[in-house]
T-cell receptor
Framework: DIQMTQSPSSLSASVGDRVTITCRASQSIDNNVNWYLQNPGKAPKLLIYGTSNLQSGVPSRFSGSGSGTHFSLTISSLQPEDFATYYC??????????FGQGTKLEIE | QVQLQQWGAGLLKPSETLSLTCAVYHGSFNDYYWTWIRQSPGQALEWLGEINHHGRTNLNPSLRGRVMISVDTPKNQVSLQLTSVTDADTAIYYCARAKAFGYGVDVWGQGTTVIVSS
């Protein structure tokens, strides 16, 4: 399986801050990375697909970058509704597709 | 607006078979892969497998042959079966729609909580 290692596992920040979450793959996965946001008790929500493509309806303060084995999700100016848990996912190899362990973003 | 509605038994005993069904409403069924993902309490997401309208599947090998995903295309429904469950299978199970080319999962069902307990 391709392992996806996210860092940090938790992060404290304030409204208006710029934050970056990273994901490292155990092997090269081209640009096949997606990012999700999950609020407690809710299903995840797709934010970014194919490394850097913004899903329809997602605010432009979210952006993604990277290639090969290193990827990142950046939120340019945190809003109150952004405090949640974030997951990366690789879809390079379907046996199986794998997620990172999550990054919990909390209010400082 | 496409909607996914899922249902199935929420309480199982060890060694029983988990069975969930997901119906797709108000959207194309044939243009996507339909995916099952689970999340154990306080844990990360785990991809279980996917199926298309022809019945072509990709399954997670870590489930060691216990998982089966099937499709009923005329009804726009997909189903998940997981045999010989243990308490490690206690989780929220989500049905979801996978975009083409591995571009992520963009529509999710409401989730079904499944508890395995003797």
């Amino acid at each position: 399986d391709i392992q996806m290692t996210q860092s940090p596992s938790s992060l404290s920040a304030s409204v208006g801050d710029r934050v970056t979450i990273t994901c490292r793959a155990s092997q090269s996965i081209d640009n096949n990375v997606n990012w999700y946001l999950q609020n407690p008790g809710k299903a995840p929500k797709l934010l970014i697909y194919g490394t850097s493509n913004l899903q329809s309806g997602v605010p432009s303060r979210f952006s993604g970058s990277g290639s090969g084995t290193h990827f990142s999700l950046t939120i340019s100016s945190l809003q109150p509704e952004d405090f949640a848990t974030y997951y990366c996912q690789q879809t390079y190899s379907s046996t199986p597709y794998t997620f990172g362990q999550g990054t919990k973003l909390e209010i400082e | 607006q496409v909607q996914l509605q899922q249902w199935g038994a929420g309480l199982l005993k060890p060694s029983e078979t988990l069975s969930l069904t997901c119906a797709v409403y108000h959207g194309s069924f044939n243009d996507y892969y339909w995916t099952w993902i689970r999340q154990s309490p306080g844990q990360a997401l785990e991809w279980l497998g996917e199926i298309n309208h022809h019945g072509r599947t990709n399954l997670n090998p870590s489930l060691r042959g216990r998982v089966m995903i099937s499709v009923d295309t005329p009804k726009n429904q997909v189903s998940l079966q997981l045999t010989s469950v243990t308490d490690a299978d206690t989780a929220i199970y989500y049905c979801a729609r996978a975009k083409a080319f591995g571009y992520g999962v963009d529509v999710w069902g409401q989730g079904t909580t499944v508890i395995v307990s003797s």
